[in-house]
């Protein structure tokens, strides 16, 4: 019996991706300026922010033109390093 292989990603292609954090303008800018690092000339009209119901969080989805893995692995790791950043997804 043979283990099934996880789907592969074909490269380009559009990705979302959201971290959550704590709420306010420091989270947004290091969102927007970890985007333009990895992903240049991203369509920042593709972000789309959510408050939690007490307003203390935020969810930022940005949607990217991901070129293969080593680009995601680099965004999420740039992201879980600061303080801000509670989860990536």
Same mark, same amino acid.
């Given at each position: 019996?043979?283990?099934?292989?996880?789907?592969?990603?074909?490269?380009?292609?559009?990705?979302?991706?959201?971290?959550?954090?704590?709420?306010?303008?420091?989270?947004?800018?290091?969102?927007?300026?970890?985007?333009?690092?990895?992903?240049?000339?991203?369509?920042?009209? !593709? $972000? *789309? =922010?959510?408050?939690?119901?007490? +307003?203390?969080? /935020? !969810? $930022? *989805? =940005?949607?990217?033109?991901?070129? +293969?893995?080593? /680009?995601?692995?680099?965004?999420?790791?740039?992201?879980?390093?600061?303080?801000?950043?509670?989860?990536?997804?």
């Amino acid at each position: 019996m043979t283990t099934p292989e996880a789907p592969k990603i074909e490269f380009p292609c559009a990705y979302p991706i959201k971290v959550m954090g704590r709420a306010g303008a420091e989270l947004h800018t290091l969102v927007l300026d970890v985007m333009e690092r990895h992903a240049p000339g991203f369509d920042q009209a !593709s $972000i *789309t =922010v959510r408050d939690s119901s007490k +307003g203390s969080f /935020q !969810s $930022i *989805t =940005v949607t990217i033109t991901a070129t +293969g893995e080593p /680009q995601l692995m680099a965004i999420f790791a740039d992201l879980k390093d600061n303080p801000l950043v509670q989860m990536v997804l």
